[in-house]
């Protein structure tokens, strides 16, 4: 289902744009804010975290961000109440990103349910790797539902393969080492990485880490198909106003 | 990733895929290590030559007449180089660091021990060091950041979160994934993602085989129970280690802050306050709400001012093989008076959880019983805490002139 809306949407334009926000972040009303604006600037699908203490894999900004929106009174309940009020009223794509503990709390056959429930199409949790996800990966499967999977710059080929086979929806590709929000060089080792994720995998490839702008994404054009913004939206939210997340994006993009 | 470290229901490796490379090379040289008698041979003569050890296991037969019960043996982990038996794993993953050919090593660290120990190794092996401390222990134990720096290694103050050692943990975990090709991540406890748990209780397993080979010497029999406290679990699993297989009670204390009921504790096994959860790469009791989300932790020591437990001894306690007492701030600072008094040993704070526990049984149980207690570490490291739950005029007096002299 994710796959189809993603094949179709390119051919309307080859290179898709997925955002990411920390839910309550700074507030569940300026999060809606900001998905308005996102949606109006021509983002493609979002990334809606649920905040946990203790994000392994994100860099100063999310981090923050996770932990404010907790101090803030942010619950899975919530979330998951917001988000569903998210896809009901606008017409892309939504998927949970959080840490392994939240699914597994809520329970992960429940966790599914209500992904499914209120109409998000997948879940990306970066603390769960295959060997450890079976459960989790067969609750959203028997929801219809993506459990995105990841690649990073130093998964073999072998394991490239093996994680495609269970891949549905997109695969997430690390765009390099490290946390979320630092930069990214984009370099021919990122060509040639990009082309063995190509190889190893049928389902389109979304790239994040370290974008920033519309070199980055001119870059990426006819290399992978999604091409993911997290940190750098948080920044410009920070630095210049919620309002200003609709220019930011418009700017990334091919002029119309 | 094959044999992912499952203890019953408790342990695995949850990690992120940048890193599943760094584990797959760290569980092939820890395979190897232990499958070579020569590396075991090589790390107990580096920890004789460098560290030691043995450590001494002390008949305490002040406390032993002043509880009028069992026989009290104290194994001296104080007594190890650099104060604590952190070093016992440090210098062994140090070990393995230079066997993977790796330059730079980082850590977490809480009470400050762990860092220092692994400053020190890093010192003596030649690799860069970075350890990460929550700002808060830093506050809590600024000597031991003072003997870091001077031993080379970087201190880096963290900010986020709750500022004490989970928080250091994530951090260190961050710095990994950016720099694993030329780093080794030396985890200080017998938790985290498989290889962890089950490599520093290999490490620390030295603590309890000496102390089984002195107490069959000295007594000609084993002890009735064995006491240690737990943080995250290294120090336990290490006493433990050496009596799994005997008719043993095996007993760890865990810090009950300001009492179970205030809510203020590090209580994950002996109270019904924590549950199962996923976090820091690995499954186990955790202190959290229902959402998920990790509570504040509270103990007068650092040390053992944790949210997890390692997965082995969550196992032990789910399946019975262990039992997991705590122990109040009150008790420790009591039992740790006690000790200094009668037997002339400063314990750390972390330690004396462990002296606590086994004081509050001690009485009950027969002459010709006998229990062990790990004293895991020093206490004079914990001079400012220590002098302040004391209430010491005399120190305040002193500290008071000293600040005076630097505003000077």
């Known amino acids: ?256 | 990733m094959k044999h992912r470290g499952y203890y019953g229901g408790f342990g695995g490796a949850f990690l992120p895929e940048i890193l599943i490379p760094t584990f797959d090379e760290l569980v092939s040289a820890f395979e190897s290590a232990k499958t070579d008698p020569g590396f075991r041979k090589q790390y107990e003569s580096l920890m004789a030559e460098y560290s030691g050890r043995p450590t001494p296991l002390t008949f305490a037969a002040n406390l032993t007449r002043h509880f009028g019960g069992a026989k009290i043996y104290i194994k001296r982990e104080d007594l190890n180089h650099t104060g604590a038996h952190k070093a016992n794993n440090v210098m062994g993953q140090g070990l393995l660091v230079k066997k993977m050919g790796k330059q730079r090593v980082i850590a977490e660290t809480g009470a400050g021990q762990h860092g220092v120990a692994c400053a020190t190794m890093a010192a003596r092996f030649g690799f860069d060091c970075t350890i990460y401390m929550g700002e808060k222990d830093v506050m809590r134990q600024r000597p031991n950041v003072f003997w870091m720096e001077q031993l080379g290694a970087t201190v880096v103050p963290v900010t986020d979160g709750t500022k004490i050692l989970k928080d250091a943990i994530n951090q260190a975990f961050r710095d990994w994934v950016t720099n694993m090709d030329t780093t080794h991540y030396v985890l200080g406890t017998a938790c985290g993602p498989h290889p962890f748990p089950e490599m520093v209780t290999w490490f620390q397993s030295i603590i309890g085989i000496e102390a089984r080979q002195q107490i069959m010497e000295r007594e000609g029999r084993l002890p009735d129970r064995v006491y240690a406290c737990v943080g995250g679990g290294s120090n336990a699993m290490g006493l433990f280690s050496g009596f799994m297989d005997d008719p043993v009670e095996l007993v760890g204390v865990e810090a009950g802050g300001k009492g179970i009921d205030s809510g203020f504790h590090a209580a994950r096994l002996s109270s019904a306050d924590a549950s199962y959860g996923i976090a820091q790469g690995y499954k186990t009791f955790f202190l959290q709400n229902d959402d998920g989300q990790m509570k504040e932790t509270h103990s007068i020591s650092a040390g053992l001012d944790y949210v997890g437990v390692s997965p082995i001894l969550a196992h032990m306690h789910e399946n019975k093989t262990a039992r997991f007492e705590s122990a109040t701030d009150a008790e420790v600072v009591n039992a740790l008076k006690l000790t200094m008094k009668t037997e002339g040993i400063i314990p750390a704070l972390e330690s004396a959880h462990a002296f606590a526990g086994a004081f509050r049984e001690a009485p009950a149980l027969l002459r010709d019983q006998i229990l062990i207690i790990n004293q895991s570490g020093r206490g004079d490291k914990d001079i400012f805490t220590i002098a302040d739950a004391l209430n010491d005029a005399d120190w305040k007096t002193f500290i008071q002139t000293k600040a005076a002299q630097y505003h000077a």
Do not use: W
């Not at chain 1, 929106?69 to 569903?84: S, Y």
């Not at chain 1, 072998?158 to 984009?186: E, N, P, W």
């Not at chain 1, 190893?200 to 870059?219: Q, T, Y």
């Open chain 1, 1 to 256: 289902m994710l796959e189809t809306y993603i094949r179709n949407r390119q051919k309307k334009k080859n290179l898709l744009l997925m955002t990411h926000i920390v839910m309550g972040y700074p507030s569940f009303d300026a999060c809606h804010d900001i998905i308005d604006q996102m949606v109006a600037a021509g983002v493609d699908l979002m990334e809606l975290q649920i905040p946990f203490s203790e994000p392994m894999a994100d860099g100063p900004v999310i981090l923050r961000a996770n932990q404010t929106a907790l101090e803030r009174g942010a619950t899975v309940v919530k979330c998951m109440a917001f988000a569903k009020e998210m896809a009901a009223r606008y017409p892309i794509p939504f998927l949970f990103m959080t840490y392994a503990n939240i699914p597994y709390k809520f329970g992960m056959a429940a966790f599914a349910k209500a992904t499914a429930d209120i109409h998000l199409t997948g879940a990306i949790v970066p603390d769960m790797p295959m060997e450890e996800g079976t459960e989790y990966i067969q609750a959203m499967q028997e929801n219809l539902l993506s459990p995105i999977q990841m690649f990073s710059p130093s998964t073999s080929d072998v394991r490239m393969a093996q994680i495609a086979s269970i891949a549905s929806g997109f695969i997430y590709c690390l765009a390099r080492k490290g946390v979320t929000g630092a930069d990214t060089d984009f370099s021919d080792d990122l060509t040639q990485y990009l082309d063995r994720c190509r190889k190893a995998a049928s389902v389109p490839l979304a790239v994040g880490f370290g974008i920033h702008d519309k070199a980055d994404m001119d870059f990426l054009r006819g290399k992978a198909d999604i091409a993911v913004i997290g940190s750098q939206t948080i920044r410009v939210a920070e630095d210049h106003g919620v309002n200003s997340v609709r220019e930011f994006i418009q700017g990334l993009l091919p002029a119309a």
